[in-house]
């Protein structure tokens, strides 16, 4: 290993130490950098030894104290990382559905394209089946050899049957880096999104995927809509949100919870000294009071339980579905010098407003408090979980003047995906929802602004 370049990383090393002074432990990791690179029988890259301390004192808080949200963040993960919070990726932008026999693909389909993204530019929509990428047929292919096809040329020509159609045609995509809408609602109206329910039009729904940086304006705009059509009560989707930014997620609250003659508690924060202190919404600026409902389930965690469980403290909705996940940990990030990555670490332990713990700790019992425990309990098997979750994203997002063919399409080709011999699985809720949760949610608000209430 060249000597320059380990200096290097015991520089980076050694800035922390820096900030204070150099101590004992600070001389015992740089001692171990160097009999590493003159004893050891194999010679890792300073990179790597880098990398490996890192990952090791990162790993210390998980295993000792049970910390499994901090991590270090290699420099080449870092901007994926970072795509992530952002909700951008780099792509095409079209979601597709494979169908298989055997481990070879039978059929591809773009799922959806991303609103104005690349692969929407150039005229695909849902339901439109490719049978070439750059020449080459899919047919006998593996799901992987597909993807590497998709992926391997800055522009990608596509032979494209569309949907309800025989013939093909010749389709040029180039890639791009595509910032995907982190709210949705329950169809597309032409080429905007509705946000209310298509059969109960009387019904707002937004759904929040995930909490992005532009997620508060995003679910501003969507308000704006919502509330312009005229709808007389609302259901918030927050099923299979992993949470995100929870700057986005206080302005959703402050723009549905009512202002109270004292200071708005939406979450409390208590870092690692114990001592509590109070996140204030202030002032309200409660946008709507309309009959409510939230969805949640088992992958509802972090900024989402916050909401959640903010909502539910004030009574300001009524939560449905499954118990949340319980991840209620505040995490800072912080760049690392010389461009060697990131640390993500835990910081602060959020609580509801009431006080009640958010966080699951790895010792939790089901019976102790933690994550949101829903108003209205409603199970779903994990097929069923699994099929509704597809066919919503599917839903959400479908673009085409034959959109409910396709979606009809796409809803037969899930449940036999989904389908196993021995316990047969089929949709149980209602058509066209076929959600049973959403079901429930519905029922809900409908009473909520019946006159005879």
């Known amino acids: 290993m060249p000597r320059a370049n380990l200096y290097i990383i015991v520089a980076a090393v050694l800035v922390y130490a820096c900030t ?49 949200y901090s991590m270090y963040i290699p420099s080449r993960r870092q901007a994926r990382f970072q795509d992530n919070l952002d909700n951008r990726y780099e792509g095409l932008g079209f979601l597709t559905r494979i169908y298989e026999e055997g481990d070879e693909t039978k059929q591809l389909f773009i799922g959806y394209p991303h609103h104005n993204a690349p692969a929407y530019r150039a005229g695909l929509r849902s339901g439109d089946q490719i049978v070439q990428i750059d020449g080459d047929s899919i047919e006998g292919k593996t799901n992987s050899e597909v993807y590497a096809l998709l992926r391997q040329n800055r522009n990608t020509r596509l032979s494209v049957v569309p949907f309800g ?76 949100n992993s949470g995100g930014d ?25 870092p690692r000294n114990g001592v509590d202190h109070h996140r204030i919404l202030y002032p309200g600026l409660q946008r709507t009071n309309l009959p409510m409902a939230v969805l949640i389930n088992g992958e509802s965690a972090s ?12 009574r300001r909705a009524v939560v449905v579905g499954t118990r949340s996940f319980g991840k209620g940990v505040m995490q800072n990030i912080f760049p690392l010098p010389f461009r060697s990555g990131m640390l993500q670490l835990t910081s602060a332990e959020y609580r509801r407003p009431s006080g009640g713990a958010i966080h699951r700790r790895l010792t939790a019992e089901d019976t102790d408090e ?38 009809e399409h796409f809803r037969e080709q899930i449940i036999v995906r989904e389908t196993d011999s021995e316990s047969p699985f089929g949709f149980t809720g209602n058509a066209p929802y076929y959600d049973v949760q959403l079901d429930a949610a519905v029922r809900i608000v409908s009473a909520q602004h019946s006159p005879e209430l």
């Open 370 to 407: 933690w994550g949101v425990v829903p108003d209205i309990v409603v199970e779903l098997s994990e097929a069923e979980k699994s099929a509704i979750a597809a066919y919503r994203l599917l839903r959400s997002n479908t673009i085409s003047e034959n959109r409910q063919a396709v979606l």
């Open 20 to 68: 204070s002074s150099i101590t004992l432990r600070d001389r015992l990791l740089v001692s171990t950098l160097h009999q590493i690179e003159r004893n050891a029988q194999f010679e890792p890259s300073a990179k790597e030894l880098f990398e490996g301390a890192m990952t090791g004192m990162a790993c210390v808080l998980s295993e000792k104290y049970g910390d499994e």
């Open 165 to 240: 159609q025989t013939e093909s045609k010749e389709v040029i995509v180039q890639r791009e880096r595509i910032h995907s809408d982190s709210v949705e609602g329950d169809y597309f109206d032409g080429d905007r999104r509705a946000f209310l329910l298509e059969t109960y039009p009387a019904i707002g729904y937004i759904r929040i995927t995930l909490f992005s940086p532009m997620t508060g304006r995003e679910f501003s705009d969507a308000l704006d809509s919502m509330l312009q059509s005229g709808v007389e009560s609302f259901i918030l989707d927050l099923r299979d």
């Open 303 to 314: 900024s989402s339980e916050i909401l959640a469980a903010a909502l539910q403290d004030h």
């Open 246 to 270: 929870v700057g986005s997620c206080l302005q959703i609250a402050q723009m549905l919870i009512a202002p109270d003659k004292e200071e708005n508690v939406i979450v409390t924060v208590r």
